[in-house]
């Protein structure tokens, strides 16, 4: 019989796995209350998130460079984007909060990009009608961790480093009673006992072979979630950016940040060809240019036009480059050329992309001030997520919150470059908030089931004791090429049905997964754990992909061209089923606030005509 008196317990009223943008704003904000003890986990070191690589900005409608935008704008661009499947609380809570917390960001000594007159600078990104990003060059992301944790250290955080999560624990009547973790380095298993839980764990791009995330995008919080029975939501929207790194295969998937394309940057084919002009969809042209004659110049190939179509939304960029390899005009290693070169001076490209000038200056050999970039699309981003309510961020399960990326809903069927960033301080703020005031309900701490927590513990080390088994290393492998045939960024029934099938027998695999050696530094055993939620993550994604017929977005059916009106009605929910395997469903949506409905409806004269009022009685 396992004996766990001797395990270490931590007891705190609100906690947080995962130390990116999102988790370090609710621990920030759950500590505001200083009665509320914080608790924040994280996978790798502190610092060392994901969010650095969101490089180009941070959406928010301050009006600083073009005092025309307005929340009211930028809901609409996100609806727009996202193809109106978003959950449309909460892109009218992040249109509205944005703005307040960059500039609370600026307080807390975010370092940002300024105009002549001293503001926050902002930058074109694609699928925004207005200069909106903020930016504090191409790392952006980094200066947002940066002060996110210099303001965070003196708020009286705890904060475990390299420690996985492993499994939540729960009381009787279904709420969250705390959870089970092991630090990587020792092997030493830890109870953290906690009256709310809050998932900032990122993605699951790391299910694909090209994907721009590092190592500790696995899907932790997606399948932790899922196994104590939380509800995923949408998860077949995966979005490939448009533009990583393509060469050397060292490098390939590495993200080149849409700043490039913000400052100007131009993407071609092999014949030389600007070939963006040839995939501009005529209903976007219709929807978002300043005109019926602008979009007519756009759809005509008119270079002059207002706006560049790199810039276009990513799902429709990145179908393009795709495109344009398959009919062998891709570059000389399979991608795109991406010029900033002959746009912009030596001087501008160093001051305004210094990252990127060094990235392709130390990891390719490349001078992006006198040579194009070859570019192609990576797996960049997860627009489905654990499905939460908007107005709290809790999931289906009774404690449990969810922000970042982590959740679902947001950015509906694509996100809009820029938008992640900001959600991350929108919905980490609010989650932090929220669970504080939900664990201050609490009388006391709920109790988790013994027996719980050494089955958890019992599963972990069964990898480890096992006398033979599978190799973790391979079934990943093989999950990472499965998805990157099967469930890529085009796909069809037969491929998405065959890719579930290889699923279901990787599934049999892990079940006799095993990792030699002990239990101290031993990646091996944190490659096995990891796979258990790569694994859900990537089936939810496969069963939600063929259930959806139609192509929407971040979400291409080759058998299903075109987007359906029925489909715009539903979500697909993943679930666990009675019998443990997953249930995929389509639930019926909710109507939206006929006044949201009429802003993302309206046009954009009549919206720019609207807030010019609104801005006058100000």
């Known amino acids: 019989m396992l004996d766990i008196s001797g395990i270490r317990r931590l007891q705190f009223d609100v906690l947080i796995i995962g130390a990116g943008g999102a988790g370090l704003s609710a621990a920030i904000s759950a500590s505001q209350d200083k009665k509320i003890r914080v608790g924040l986990v994280c996978k790798s070191l502190l610092g060392k998130a994901h969010t650095v690589m969101a490089e180009g900005g941070m959406a928010a409608a301050l009006g600083n460079v073009d005092n025309r935008d307005d929340w009211k704008i930028h809901f609409r661009d996100t609806m727009r984007g996202g193809k109106m499947l978003n959950n449309w609380k909460m892109a009218e809570i992040h249109a509205k909060d944005s703005p307040k917390r960059v500039r609370e960001l600026e307080h807390w000594g975010a370092v940002f990009d300024r105009t002549r007159d001293g503001l926050i600078n902002q930058r074109n990104f694609g699928g925004h009608r207005y200069p909106r990003l903020a930016h504090v060059g191409d790392r952006t992301g980094l200066e947002m961790i940066r002060t996110l944790q210099d303001h965070g250290i003196h708020q009286g955080i705890d904060i475990h480093m390299e420690c996985t999560a492993l499994d939540i624990l729960k009381d009787k009547s279904g709420k969250v009673a705390g959870i089970v973790c092991m630090y990587r380095e020792t092997g030493e298993f830890i109870i953290f006992e906690t009256k709310s839980l809050i998932f900032a764990t990122g993605g699951a791009g790391k299910s694909w072979e090209v994907t721009s995330n590092s190592w500790e995008y696995t899907g932790d919080g997606f399948g932790m979630a899922f196994e104590a029975g939380a509800e995923l939501i949408d998860m077949e929207f995966n979005q490939f950016h448009p533009t990583g790194m393509v060469w050397p295969p060292s490098v390939k998937g590495i993200l080149v940040t ?24 005529e209903k976007f042209a219709n929807e978002t240019a300043d005109s019926v004659e602008e979009a007519a110049r756009w759809l005509a190939g ?84 654990i499905k939460v309510d908007a107005e709290t961020s809790m999931t289906t399960v009774d404690g449990l919150f969810a922000c970042g990326e982590a959740a679902g809903g947001m950015h509906g069927a694509n996100r809009l470059g820029g938008n992640s960033l900001s959600d991350l301080l929108v919905f980490g703020n609010l989650s932090g908030i929220q669970s504080a005031k939900y664990s201050n309900k609490l009388k006391s701490m709920p109790k988790a089931d013994d027996d719980d927590i050494k089955r958890i513990i019992k599963n972990a080390t069964s990898i480890l004791n096992r006398e033979k088994g599978n190799n973790p290393y391979l079934i990943h492998e093989d999950l990472q090429k499965n998805m990157q045939d099967n469930v890529g960024i085009i796909r069809t029934k037969k491929d998405i049905q065959d890719g579930i099938n290889k699923i279901e027998e990787m599934k049999l695999q892990f079940q006799d997964v095993k990792a030699p050696g002990s239990s101290q530094f031993n990646p091996g055993w944190h490659e096995a754990l990891a796979l258990r939620n790569l694994l859900i993550s990537s089936e939810s994604v496969a069963r939600s992909a063929l259930l959806r017929e139609e192509s929407r977005g971040a979400h291409t059916r080759e058998d299903f061209p075109s987007e359906e009106d029925e489909w715009l009605h539903y979500n697909i929910i993943s679930k666990k089923g009675v019998n443990g395997e997953m249930q995929t469903i389509k639930v019926k949506r909710s109507e939206p606030d006929n006044e949201l409905k009429r802003i993302a409806n309206s046009s954009i004269e009549d919206l720019e005509k609207e807030v010019k009022i609104d801005h006058n009685k100000v």
């Open 258 to 281: 849409e700043g490039v394309r913000g400052e100007g940057g131009i993407l071609k084919n092999n014949k030389g060809e600007r070939f963006m002009f040839d995939y501009i969809p």
């Open 302 to 385: 008119d270079k002059d036009a207002r706006r560049p179509p790199e810039l276009l939304t990513r799902d429709v960029v990145a179908r393009a480059i795709n495109a344009e390899v398959k009919a062998g005009r891709g570059s000389k290693h399979g991608g795109a050329y991406l010029d900033i070169a002959t746009q912009r001076s030596s001087e501008d490209i160093k001051k305004k992309l210094p990252s990127m000038y060094h990235q392709f200056k130390i990891l390719a050999e490349l001078d992006i001030t006198k040579q194009p970039m070859e570019v192609g699309p990576t797996c960049h981003y997860f627009m489905g997520g």
